[in-house]
């Protein structure tokens, strides 16, 4: 049986990918957006964000701001699904 996310991930994503960027999501949440790197920063320290979160959060650019976790894990360099229409 295929995995059914696969054919919603950009290619070259891997699951380590869809894991990191779901950790940042879900130590987000949804009302943080949009935000700055330290708004970001101070959500996911508040919501108890592991180390790798954080550091991840904290190389974000200064100056940006971003609309939601696809904007961040852009950022990142991190895969992101693909859009489905």
Known sequence: MTDPHQSATS???DQADLERRA???EALG???WPADRDALVAKAQESNATDRVLGD???LPEGQTFENVQDVAR???IG???QRF
């Open 11 to 13: 290619p070259g994503t």
């Open 23 to 25: 950790a940042i999501a």
């Open 30 to 32: 949804k009302e943080v």
């Open 57 to 59: 959060l904290r190389r």
């Open 75 to 77: 950022a990142l360099g």
């Open 80 to 82: 992101t699904e693909q």
